[in-house]
């Protein structure tokens, strides 16, 4: 299960960044999750349950935002939403398509109350 060594790299990252500004405490934590990221949601939300247990985040309020997968196609230049690693333009039938979102793993924000 790499989600959880991904919770306790998300963990180090947040509690580094609090550090950094003198954080009495984190109160949100807001994350971006690419739907098409191989991230299993619901392992990666257990696993983030345990990673912040006994860290400067136990208290804190997590905002999962999942963000479905959109696709340009080089072809046609059309987008469109996908669920799938390999997709033909339903547009023109090209293969030659690009993800524009749906793969990220970012940290969207910090809500910290300072000291």
Known sequence: ??????????????EEEASNADAESITKLELDIGLLSGIEPDALEFAM???IR?????????VY?????????????????????F????YCNSLKTIFIKGKELN?????????
């Open 54 to 62: 006994d860290s400067l985040l136990e208290k804190t309020h997590i």
């Open 107 to 115: 940290i969207k924000s910090i809500e910290i109350l300072k000291q």
């Open 1 to 14: 299960m790499h989600e959880l060594s991904i919770a306790i790299q998300i963990v180090e990252i947040v």
């Open 65 to 85: 935002n999942y963000i479905k997968a959109v696709v340009v196609c080089e072809e046609c230049c059309n987008e469109f939403d996908t669920d799938d690693y």
């Open 49 to 51: 349950e345990e990673a």
């Open 87 to 90: 997709n033909s333009c339903p």
